[in-house]
Nanobody, 118 residues
Framework: QVTVVESGGGLVQPGGSLRLSCAASGFALSHYAIGWFRQAPGKEREGISC????????YYADSVKGRFTISRDNAKNTLYLQMNSLRPEDTGVYYC???????????WGQGTQVTVSA
């Protein structure tokens, strides 16, 4: 059974850091592109970062570039999102998802809440 499970969210003050994890099971993380998304209250879901299976250059949305870093540990079959210099506008539910064989994100986690507030 293919699953991805996010963890690591929480409440943090502006300027703080969090590291999100996305644990994959039922497939090898290294064989697929994996993306991070977030959905802020009242807003549409936004793709913020992605790492390819074949080329390790990552994609970052302009809103997080220079502050967030995506990485993966193939031995642990886990994807990470290191988030630094967090801002209140980074608040939302963060999801990871696998990009499947038909170039669509086919498996999603349940999400983890990130709240940036003083």
């Amino acid at each position: 059974q293919v699953t991805v499970v996010e963890s690591g969210g929480g409440l943090v003050q502006p300027g703080g850091s969090l590291r999100l994890s996305c644990a994959a099971s039922g497939f090898a993380l290294s064989h697929y592109a994996i993306g991070w998304f977030r959905q802020a209250p009242g807003k549409e879901r936004e793709g913020i970062s992605c790492i390819s299976s074949s080329v390790d250059w990552p994609y970052y949305a302009d809103s997080v570039k220079g502050r967030f870093t995506i990485s993966r540990d193939n031995a642990k079959n886990t994807l990470y999102l290191q988030m630094n210099s967090l801002r209140p506008e980074d608040t939302g539910v963060y999801y990871c998802a696998r990009k499947g064989d038909y170039d669509e994100y086919d498996y999603w986690g349940q999400g983890t809440q990130v709240t940036v507030s003083a």
